[in-house]
């Protein structure tokens, strides 16, 4: 039996295996049980523009919550959550999300941000736009297909074995940001706008 990881495939940098030149990561608890990945982190601090973050499952917690993923980013970003949970009747759960990054983005950062939530307790008004694959869309430009959700790639304890690809087809890169926009442009029900995240 062969062995599962090519010995050259390691990137201790990252904390991943790599397979090919700036194309899949994958990050084996096996080869890091005590490290947490680090390339969604790096991917998130090196958008210049624009951060997309497309994911079913964002949890904010205090502290060490989905919002600790901000932590470092550049001064004069863009950021654009959609996400989807079961709100019923309340909305606190976009503010407290809004309150959340407020704590981890300084207001020098010049922040934009807006938040929209598919609803899952509104099957009969949303439910085509139930999603579950996550994806992470930077400076409109990278576009990356992730395993598991924010949480899995921000502390050791947290980390399960989980792959982050990178979409390199110009035609399925707009594919998928056209869903994206679809989803977003047809979910603002529940919504924080796109604003400044510090008035």
């Known amino acids: 039996m062969s062995k599962i990881f090519m010995t050259d495939s390691e990137n201790s940098a990252r904390r991943m295996h790599e397979c090919g030149q700036d194309e899949y990561w994958f990050y084996h608890k096996g080869s890091y049980p005590n490290d947490t990945p680090l390339l969604y982190q790096e991917l998130v601090d090196n ?8 994911d079913p499952y964002f949890h904010i ?6 919002q600790d993923i901000f932590s470092s ?3 004069d970003i863009t950021i ?22 407020k704590t981890v983005i300084s207001p020098s950062k010049d922040c934009r941000f807006g938040l929209r939530v598919i609803n899952k307790s509104e099957p009969h ?15 409109n430009t990278d576009v990356y297909l992730i395993g598991s959700s924010i949480e899995y790639h921000l502390r050791s304890e947290n980390a399960i074995s989980t792959g982050i ?10 594919f998928i940001k056209s869903i994206f926009k679809y989803y977003w442009d047809n979910s603002a029900k529940h919504e924080i706008p796109l604003t400044y995240l510090h008035l």
Not at 47 to 54: C, F, G, R, T, V
Request: glycine share 6%; net charge positive; no cysteine.
């Open 80 to 101: 654009k959550i959609l996400t989807y949970r079961g709100l019923g009747r309340n909305q606190q759960y976009l503010i407290d999300v809004k309150n959340a990054l």
């Open 61 to 66: 917690k205090s502290p060490d919550g989905d």
């Open 47 to 54: 958008a210049n523009d624009e951060i997309i973050i497309w």
């Open 125 to 139: 008004i949303q439910g085509e736009r139930f999603f579950h694959d996550r994806f992470l869309i930077i400076d």
């Open 165 to 174: 690809f990178k979409v390199s087809n110009n035609e399925t890169k707009d």
């Open 73 to 75: 980013i550049k001064k």
